[in-house]
């Protein structure tokens, strides 16, 4: 039962281009939205969230896009650098929705290549 | 920076053994959790805790597996009768709130053999 998906295993993007990320959702019920970043061998690594009042979200190149009613979320890097190489992992939550749910649902997560 | 820890970062078992795998979360944080992450699949939840009980668990979590804070900074995972499906990377979290951003530790890798 995939809730949250990420339907491109990889994506190759030129430095100093934009870099897009997107990431689907079926549970309406989610209300709460993050994006993580995993290099090998680490844990993944906090970069940006979204609540679900919110269509946007910017801090310093990375911006996140929510669209409630094609429940879709999309991560926009720019410039992309060649630190940005790594696994980006959407989540979603029940931050608000309450229910006692406190776990994070994960994607599969995108590779994200950035080529010099 | 403040950040999560984990040990051991990888540990060998043989099935049927019991591991514990331990996680420092961040001072101030009051929610923790356990994460999974078998090779080439997704991050999966296993279970939150907070104030000293556990808040959340999935249906991954079952009576083989239980979690600890036996001390004020110290929280574990115990997997009592290990199988090999449960080899995966083992990754802790904290938060400051509930279901709000959580911070992994670096994980430790687990194999059952």
Redesign the interface.
């Known amino acids: 039962d995939q809730q949250v998906k990420q339907n491109s295993p990889s994506l190759s993007v030129q430095e100093g281009r934009i870099s897009i990320l997107n990431c689907d959702y079926t549970n309406s019920m989610f209300d709460y939205f993050l994006w993580y970043k995993k290099y090998p061998a680490e844990g993944p690594t906090f970069l940006i969230s979204i609540s679900s009042i919110k269509d946007k979200n910017e801090d310093g190149r990375f911006t996140v896009f929510l669209n409630k009613s094609a429940k879709h979320l999309s991560l926009h890097i720019v410039p992309s650098q060649p630190g940005d190489s790594a696994v980006y992992f959407c989540a979603a939550s029940l931050r608000y929705s309450g229910g006692g749910a406190d776990g994070l649902t994960f994607g599969k997560g995108t590779h994200l290549i950035i080529q010099p | 920076e403040p950040e999560?820890t984990?040990t051991p970062s990888h540990q060998v078992t043989q099935m049927g053994q019991e591991v514990i795998l331990r996680c420092v979360p961040i001072s101030n944080h009051l929610?923790f959790?356990w994460?999974r992450q078998i090779l080439g699949?997704?991050?999966?939840?296993?279970?939150?805790f907070?104030n000293n009980e556990i808040?959340?668990k999935?249906e991954i979590f079952d009576d083989q597996f239980s979690v600890e804070r036996p001390d004020g900074s110290n929280f574990t995972l115990k997997i009592r009768s290990t199988k090999l499906e449960d080899s995966a990377m083992y990754?802790c979290?904290s938060s400051d709130e509930?279901?709000?951003?959580?911070?992994?530790?670096?994980?430790t890798r687990l194999t059952v053999t």
């Not at chain 2, 699949?41 to 939150?48: D, I």
């Not at chain 2, 509930?98 to 994980?107: K, L, M, N, S």
């Open positions: 999560v984990q929610y959790y994460y699949q997704k991050v999966e939840f296993l279970v939150s907070y808040s959340e999935s990754f979290a509930r279901a709000y951003e959580q911070y992994f530790g670096p994980g």
